[in-house]
């Protein structure tokens, strides 16, 4: 694997590949067995948006894989201040063994891998988020044993999360329904792509999307670089929660999962946050181990 630049580049293999490597790297770190497989390999980890687990996932992680990861702020690098992505990409090309890249177009990460010569991973654009879905796929088989055959329902925006996740879901043969409002769906393609691959919903009506779910996932109602729009926004998400009458309307043993950060009483009760915790929580700490695995399958030669 070259790039991670987005699932709907990889094959169901290589997303297996993947989750079976983190199962092992999280192993290994839990039995302090010492997993150095990128001695020596530096990370240079652009970031033109804020971030908590992601940043600091990386940078662990490639501190345990005994490599060295810088931070690269966009407000300090001469990227911040117009130099184009096209340079930047040649020229870090020439110090590091990889980047990770958080960004707000697509286009940008696409654009370093193709004028950089070293693999490029994304870290989340507003088009998709790729390392959330995989930690997220890791935690669905933690919970249920297999992946294939469960109904993923997401409730909310039909954001960069919601792309990733009907990609990732529907590549492993989830059964993926989705409830947002009209004007709020995911990106067209991929809904075509979804409809014509495998078990695609999508619809306005809440309790019909959560009807026999076995993962209930949601995500904040206004993303990062909509801040503007924030406050018309939760008249429009009103009632895309995830709160009692949906976990009812689901399986009883259905997981709850958010990629955090939430917004409690907004697309989730505090109480079925609190509820579920145990499962939230172990899904932001596989980031770590899923993207360590990302990061060898990318890096190691
Ligand atoms: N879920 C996620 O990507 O979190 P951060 O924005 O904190 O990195
Ligand atoms: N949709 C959210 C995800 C944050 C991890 C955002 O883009 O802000």
Request: glycine share 6%; with cysteine; hydrophobic share 40%.
């Amino acid at each position: 694997m070259k790039h991670l630049l987005k699932l709907m580049d990889l094959s169901k293999e290589e997303i297996y590949g993947i989750l079976n490597m983190a199962d092992q790297l999280k192993y290994e770190k839990k039995h302090n067995i010492p997993h150095r497989r990128l001695e020596g390999k530096t990370l240079g980890m652009i970031f033109q948006k804020s971030s908590t687990r992601t940043r600091v996932s990386f940078e662990t992680g490639m501190y345990d894989l005994g490599g060295y990861a810088l931070f690269l702020s966009s407000h300090d690098l001469q990227i911040g201040r117009g130099e184009p992505v096209e340079d930047t990409a040649r020229v870090l090309s020439r110090y590091l063994d990889g980047i990770m890249i958080r960004t707000y177009r697509q286009e940008e990460v696409e654009k370093l891998a193709e004028y950089g010569s070293i693999p490029v991973i994304n870290g989340l654009t507003d088009y998709c988020h790729p390392c959330q879905v995989l930690a997220d796929l890791m935690t669905i088989r933690e919970y249920k044993g297999t992946i294939s055959g469960n109904k993923l329902t997401y409730i909310g925006d039909g954001n960069n999360m919601a792309n990733s996740l009907i990609v990732g879901g529907i590549k492993l043969g989830m059964n993926v329904s989705v409830a947002c409002p009209e004007a709020y769906r995911p990106d067209a393609d991929i809904m075509k792509w979804a409809s014509e691959n495998g078990n695609f919903t999508c619809t306005e009506n809440v309790l019909e999307a959560a009807e026999n779910a076995d993962v209930l996932y949601t995500d904040v109602w206004a993303s990062m670089g909509q801040e503007a729009e924030a406050d018309d926004r939760k008249l429009v998400f009103k009632g895309y929660q995830i709160n009692d009458a949906v976990m009812e309307a689901a399986k009883k043993d259905a997981i709850v999962q958010h990629c955090l950060p939430a917004h409690r009483e907004e697309e989730i009760t505090a109480k079925i946050f609190e509820k579920h915790a145990a499962e939230i929580f172990d899904e932001a700490e596989n980031r770590l181990h899923v993207q360590k695995a990302v990061l060898v399958k990318c890096l190691a030669s």
